[in-house]
T-cell receptor, first 114, second 116 residues
């Protein structure tokens, strides 16, 4: 059974601060995705990283996939109240035949105070 | 284009009853997956369907079942409801098919089930 350990579980910061969320596993994933979920809604995809060592930037968000494709991080620069939400990492099995099966981390609840 | 539509959005059932949840994927998406989300366990994979066939099943008891129709719409059923089945049930669709790349999912807003 593949597991994704996501940390921290909770993050409460002031507007303008930087933060990093980590996602770690002992398993190799073919790809790793980050989602953001707001109350009453389903998760919305932020980014997919596929290649070991890959770094992707989305405005103030920087995503990194570990060289061994077992871990990933999400860094937010100058957080804003609009960044508040539940952040989820999710991995797709390496070598799997699934089209929709992802292993999710427990999530990080981020609160950015004005 | 329309997103993933799940119905009903909210429902309340009592122990022992059964429930059916519906999911309409994005037009053209043939893969539909179901997830259960609870505060304690997070998002857990239930099953996925592609071309009306179940391709994968998560570690849930047989009370949880699903199916997919020829138009890719999907339903999941939970029989003999237990208090612990209270959760947000999320459906996700994917364009992915044989030989495609990463599993990129588009989620619906979910069906919030409360079992009393």
């Amino acid at each position: 059974t593949q597991l994704l350990e996501q940390s921290p579980q909770f993050l409460s910061i002031q507007e303008g601060e930087n933060l990093t969320v980590y996602c770690n596993s002992s398993s190799v994933f073919s790809s790793l995705q980050w989602y953001r979920q707001e109350p009453g809604e389903g998760p919305v995809l932020l980014v997919t990283v596929v290649t070991g060592g890959e770094v992707k930037k989305l405005k103030r968000l920087t995503f990194q996939f570990g060289d061994a494709r077992k871990d990933s991080s999400l860094h937010i620069t100058a957080a804003q109240p609009g960044d508040t939400g539940l952040y989820l990492c999710a991995g797709a099995d390496a070598g799997g035949t699934s089209y929709g099966k992802l292993t999710f981390g427990q999530g990080t609840i981020l609160t950015v105070h004005p | 284009k329309a997103g993933v539509t799940q119905t009903p959005r909210y429902l309340i059932k009592t122990r022992g009853q059964q429930v059916t949840l519906s999911c309409s994927p994005i037009s053209g998406h043939r893969s539909v997956s179901w997830y259960q989300q609870t505060p304690g366990q997070g998002l857990q994979f239930l099953f996925e369907y592609f071309s009306e066939t179940q391709r994968n099943k998560g570690n849930f008891p047989g009370r949880f079942s699903g199916r997919q129709f020829s138009n890719s719409r999907s339903e999941m059923n939970v029989s003999t409801l237990e208090l612990g089945d209270s959760a947000l049930y999320l459906c996700a669709s994917s364009l992915a098919g044989p030989g495609s790349g990463a599993n990129v999912l588009t989620f619906g807003a979910g069906s919030r089930l409360t079992v009393l």
